[in-house]
């Protein structure tokens, strides 16, 4: 555990206090979809409460002893989907047994937690920036499609299936036999209200305001009590040892141990992706660098220590660690603060939760599940290279039709393979560059005489040295990242940069944008063919930067500043 500063502390309070409130309604519908494939009396009130277990004890450990100062955790959509078909085949082999279902999530949360800190312990989190775009494009992708298809169900009063593939087609049959209209009018308010909102104020989060609003007028249409959460436990949470409703006696263990082991790998594998993801996200935004090692030892103690009290596994989430940075937290103690006020919420305030109808979670979660969809890689299929496109959509369809692991493995392969096919052809082309690594700002590049004392008090040269590939992406943002504030002019060597595949792409387009919205003009020179042709049909050039702004020698581009920049 790090020392933790408190000279922000107002602002970790108002922080923490705030991703706290857009925590709440998500940890409560995480929890209840991740129940959501049991049939039991009692799926959505202890769904409810080990969704907010989970937010609780995972987020106050995890910035804890965690690597990023500003992180949020808490139950996440992938997790939540990971968790539901765990939770549903536990309940179909066992014969219904509610215990071995909790006792199963728990120990899942606890393999989870364990396998994170042997992540951290064994310093794997560094190879995380090896996974191409295509491939988490293809699998975040199709996480928002499964949660936006499991919630349709409740939105319509009606309970999901547990595969992806089931709640296609038994759609019709399922709506064809009757909904609830005030189900679904409250669901697709819940909806309006989180869009619409924020064209009144962004001060307040939508969600809440659309739990809130929602729930109280679900009072006056008398909802079915199997329409809503219905009443969850209050008061400090037990080890799943001394937790009522788990009979040890006579559980499968050796069952309960087998179906949790390999989620609980996958959860660690999927968690610890996820947050440092949301670790790179908040760097950017408050400029400062984690420690991904750490960060994962802090995740897996809060992972375990969640399953161990029964909660839901989870890991950093984008949404709230970005709010908390918006809001002013900047150190752990924000994460903290979020846990406590969850804390509070669980100790006191549990019996009014028990109104809340499940079709407006659903309509929260719908949303959810649109913001994880990457439309923007789905957008660009037909520009994108063709490998890094099948990538994409064998990933995609998988995940649908197998299963998580094995479309992010299958994927991994096929992306690596294509990857050094393409070097090949790149060398054989006489583009021995290719095999460079790294990026390297010092080292003279003898065609820069041209460039005067004066031009170099305004002016910043970022030399790249070898191929744009998501292998050497993260050591491009850092080195973009290092431009001064005192620079005017950057200028982009791109004369050794032979490659460009979507993840690099993307990592140039936002590495230009931050440039630009800091009030700096980008200049490109000397860009290859290949890349020059992905960036001109992604529309970077002229889009992002104009056709006038890039230059086929070095001397043409100082030209330019002579002719156009004034001293």
Same mark, same amino acid.
């Given at each position: ?247 040890? +006696?006579? =559980?499968?263990?050796?069952?309960? !141990? ?6 609980? $790998? &996958?959860?660690? *594998?999927? /968690? ?116 890094? +496109?099948? =990538?994409?959509?064998?990933?995609? !369809? ?6 998580? $692991? &094995?479309?992010? *493995?299958? /994927? ?156």
């Amino acid at each position: 555990m790090a020392f933790i500063s408190t000279k922000n502390i107002k602002g970790d309070i108002f922080g923490g206090i705030t991703a706290g409130i857009v925590a709440l309604p998500l940890a409560l519908a995480f929890g209840i979809q991740a129940f959501g494939g049991i049939d039991h009396p009692a799926a959505s009130s202890m769904g409810a409460l080990a969704g907010l277990v989970g937010a609780t004890l995972l987020g106050f450990f995890a910035s804890l002893f965690g690597g990023t100062h500003s992180q949020i955790s808490g139950p996440t959509g992938p997790m939540t989907v990971i968790t539901a078909s765990m939770i549903s085949g536990v309940w179909a082999s066992s014969g219904g047994s509610f215990s071995e279902v909790l006792l199963a999530m728990s120990m899942a949360g606890i393999f989870c937690g364990l396998f994170q800190i042997l992540f951290g312990i064994i310093k794997i989190g560094k190879y995380v920036r090896y996974i191409p775009y295509p491939v988490l494009s293809g699998f975040m992708s199709d996480i928002g499609v499964i949660i936006i298809l499991q919630q349709i169900y409740p939105l319509f009063g009606l309970k999901s299936p547990v595969l992806a593939i089931d709640m296609i087609t038994e759609l019709p049959s399922r709506v064809a036999g009757g909904i609830s209209l005030n189900a679904l009018w409250l669901g697709l308010g819940t909806i309006a209200i989180i869009y619409l909102f924020p064209l009144i104020t962004k001060k307040i989060p939508a969600t809440l305001v659309a739990l809130i609003v929602m729930t109280v007028i679900s009072l006056f249409v008398n909802m079915p009590e199997k329409l809503t959460i219905g009443s969850i436990p209050s008061g400090l949470p037990v080890p799943f040892f001394a937790k009522e409703g788990i009979e040890l +006696a006579g =559980v499968d263990w050796f069952g309960v !141990l087998k179906a949790s082991i390999i989620p609980g $790998l &996958t959860l660690a *594998g999927l /968690g610890s992706i996820d947050t440092l993801l949301t670790s790179v996200v908040a760097d950017n935004i408050t400029k400062t660098h984690h420690n991904s090692n750490r960060e994962l030892i802090g995740q897996g103690i809060g992972n375990t220590i969640s399953g161990l009290f029964c909660g839901i596994a989870g890991a950093g989430a984008t949404m709230r660690t970005v709010v908390n940075v918006k809001s002013g937290g900047r150190t752990q103690l924000s994460g903290m603060f979020h846990s406590l006020f969850l804390l509070a919420i669980l100790l006191g305030l549990g019996s009014l939760v028990k109104y809340v109808p499940l079709s407006v979670l659903a309509g929260i979660l719908i949303t959810v599940g649109w913001g994880i969809i990457d439309f923007k890689g789905f957008k660009d299929l037909l520009r994108i290279p063709k490998a890094d +496109a099948f =990538v994409l959509i064998v990933v995609f !369809l998988m995940t649908v039709f197998v299963d998580l $692991l &094995t479309a992010v *493995g299958i /994927g991994m392969v096929i992306a690596c393979v294509l990857f050094m096919k393409r070097a090949s052809d790149l060398v054989e082309g006489g583009y021995s560059s290719s095999v460079m690594t790294g990026f390297d700002k010092e080292s003279p590049w003898s065609d820069e005489g041209g460039i005067t004392d004066e031009m170099r008090k305004h002016i910043y040269i970022q030399r790249l040295n070898g191929p744009i590939f998501f292998g050497t992406i993260t050591k491009f943002q850092e080195v973009m990242n290092d431009v001064p504030d005192h620079a005017k002019i950057v200028i982009i060597r791109m004369r050794l940069v032979s490659f460009m595949d979507q993840s690099g792409l993307y990592a140039m387009e936002t590495a230009i944008k931050d440039l630009q919205a800091r009030g700096i003009m980008v200049l490109m020179t000397i860009i290859q063919p290949q890349p020059m042709y992905m960036l001109k049909t992604m529309n970077l050039i002229p889009e992002v930067v104009p056709e006038e702004h890039t230059f086929k020698t070095f001397e043409e581009c100082t030209e330019f500043l002579a002719k156009n920049i004034e001293s």
